[in-house]
């Protein structure tokens, strides 16, 4: 498998080594072109070192390190440097605050009147802030989730989501045990632990290059954050059924669905982007699944979907949201993301909810996930759906699971958050259609 050019959660660079100037001069062009937030940071950072492919695994590691550091703590950063402070100020105050530089590791690397706005900045004092300065949230962020979490709460949250995500793996249950697993990526090197939440999770120790590790090139183990992969649980799938992965996009909850089904009955992915799909299939050769079955679809109500209706045993909609649970990954989301472009999510979000619930037969499953922490994107939805719906009734999704082994006080519906549970954030609501709907 050929290496991506970049990955959101690199590794400390190995050298102690202080950087050169030049290597300063270009993180800091790349954080100017980040900063406009017109695209993705891992797009933008992908797309410099296409661009600058002398820079090596270390300059890499450290300057994208560095700069998703930035953008974590932006509002605190611009507090020190000042609002208009430019990207190379940026850098220099998070050198010097963010990572603790003393003085002399910049000497040789900044001009005399860059070094003398340095000693400020790390004598600089702040006063507490507002709420959404302290959690380093735009003002919008912080307000939409004080409505479901007091201040302390948020702050709670807000600190962990300013933490690098840990790296975790999902065991392919129709090829591999988990015990087994893990034992074999300690003897090669890579310290673990059995995931605490999903009985298919393994937990890393750091974030090595696991590209070329046999369990993976085998299809033996897959990466997937370990509450992702409770969302698998949540459908539980059975051998034979027909089941639906209504948003599937690159598969990753495809094929934990497939394995759980042994590779047998039918595992429709459907999506509306073929790119996405295509990178499924090869994953798909590789986990040794032959029950999936990839289709793109132009929207949720294309004619394709309503070929299934009333045929699915169980589906998932792993809803399209805003994506800000994921902020430990994608940090520039908070600073990407719009109220007016949460609003029309949302009312995306009831719509495919809504078709997708049309191929659930009478006693199916329907189950409706995010990895949003706003209430609007998760119980305002199926809320809304249940009071539209009264064939549908809701099912406890700490029942779901504890029948599966995995002890969570989650209540009714599945909330995860980075502050609690050390995963992603995540929604999940199950559903049933009721067995004697007319």
Not at 106 to 113: I, R
Request: net charge positive; hydrophobic share 45%.
């Amino acid at each position: 498998m050929q290496k991506k050019p970049i990955n959101k959660q690199v590794n400390k660079p190995v050298s102690t080594d202080a950087p050169s100037r030049a290597l300063l001069i270009q993180t800091a062009q790349a954080l100017g072109a980040v900063l406009t937030f017109d695209h993705p940071a891992d797009a933008v950072l992908s797309h410099y070192f296409r661009d600058n492919r002398e820079l090596g695994h270390r300059d890499r590691g450290f300057m994208a390190e560095t700069i998703y550091g930035i953008v974590r703590r932006l509002r605190w950063l611009r507090r020190l440097a000042g609002e208009r402070a430019t990207p190379r100020q940026l850098l220099l105050a998070w050198l010097a605050r963010g990572e603790g530089w003393p003085m002399r590791q910049f000497e040789g690397l900044v001009s005399a009147t860059e070094r003398d706005w340095v000693g400020e900045i790390k004598a600089a004092t702040l006063e507490e802030g507002s709420l959404a300065e302290r959690a380093d949230l735009p003002d919008w962020l912080a307000e939409r989730l004080l409505r479901t979490h007091d201040e302390t709460a948020l702050l709670e949250l807000a600190h962990s989501l300013n933490r690098q995500a840990p790296l975790d793996l999902r065991v392919n249950v129709l090829k591999a045990d988990r015990d087994k697993a893990a034992a074999a990526l300690a003897e090669s090197g890579y310290p673990c632990e059995a995931g605490k939440l999903s009985p298919q999770a393994i937990r890393l120790a750091g974030k090595p290059a696991l590209q070329k590790h046999p369990l993976f090139l085998d299809g033996s183990v897959e990466v997937q954050d370990e509450g992702s992969q409770l969302l698998g649980l949540l459908v539980q799938p059975r051998r034979g059924e027909l089941v639906v992965d209504f948003c599937a996009g690159a598969g990753g909850k495809t094929l934990q669905l497939g394995a759980m089904m042994r590779s047998t009955g039918r595992l429709y992915a459907f999506d509306v982007s073929e790119k996405r799909l295509a990178k499924l299939k090869p994953r798909m050769a590789r986990a040794g699944l032959s029950n999936v079955h990839p289709v793109l679809i132009a929207h949720e109500n294309d004619a394709k979907v309503k070929r299934l209706a009333g045929k699915a045993d169980r589906v998932l909609v792993d809803a399209p949201c805003s994506g800000l649970g994921t902020l430990r990954r994608n940090p520039d989301l908070k600073w990407r993301q719009t109220p007016a472009a949460v609003d029309e999510m949302v009312l995306k979000q009831g719509a495919i909810l809504a078709s997708a619930a049309r191929l659930v037969k009478p006693g199916g499953r329907l189950v409706y996930a995010t990895c949003s922490l706003l209430a609007e994107e998760n119980d305002g939805v199926v809320d809304a759906f249940l009071a539209a719906h009264p064939d549908f009734r809701a099912v406890s999704a700490e029942a779901v699971l504890q029948k599966q082994g995995v002890e969570l006080a989650t209540g009714d519906r599945l909330r995860l958050s980075p502050s609690q549970h050390d995963t992603d954030g995540f929604f999940a609501a199950v559903l049933e259609r009721v067995a004697d709907a007319g």
